[in-house]
C-alpha cells in the first residue's frame, strides 16, 4: 500500500485548504483512512479518521471546521479544513489501518500565517 498525500500550503487565517491522499492497492474500501498531524516540537495527533462504513470522528479542536471524506471508487480521502487558525499548521499525514497494517504517507505540510 502506498498512500500519496496533496494539497498542503500557506494560507491566511481564516483560510481554507483541502488536502487530498490516494492510495494504491485493493484494500481501500475496507480501511480505516485518517489524517493526523504534527507541529514542531510536539507529537502526532488524529485530527480526523472515517471508517470502511463511513463513520468519522474528529479532534475536539477541529470540529465544525474540518470535514472528512472518503471516496471509495477514486481510492482517495479528502480534508477540507475551513476556517484555518495558526495552531492548526503542521505536517499533516494521511493513515490507513487495515487489520494489524498501519501504513502512512508521506506528509504534507500546511503553514497558517498572515
Known amino acids: 500500500v502506498q498512500l500519496q498525500a496533496s494539497g498542503g500550503g500557506m494560507v491566511q487565517p481564516g483560510g481554507s485548504l483541502r488536502l487530498s491522499c490516494a492510495a494504491s492497492?485493493?484494500?481501500?474500501?475496507?480501511?480505516?483512512m485518517g489524517w493526523y498531524r504534527q507541529a514542531p516540537g510536539k507529537q502526532r495527533e488524529l485530527v480526523a479518521a472515517v471508517t470502511s462504513g463511513g463513520y468519522t470522528n474528529y479532534a475536539d479542536s477541529v470540529k465544525g471546521r474540518f470535514t472528512i471524506s472518503r471516496h471509495n471508487a477514486e481510492n482517495t480521502i479528502y480534508l477540507q479544513m475551513n476556517s484555518l487558525k495558526p495552531e492548526d499548521a503542521a505536517v499533516y499525514y494521511c493513515n490507513l489501518r487495515y487489520r494489524n497494517a498501519n501504513y502512512w504517507g508521506q506528509g504534507t505540510e500546511v503553514t497558517v500565517s498572515s
Open positions: 492497492g485493493s484494500i481501500f474500501s475496507a480501511s480505516i
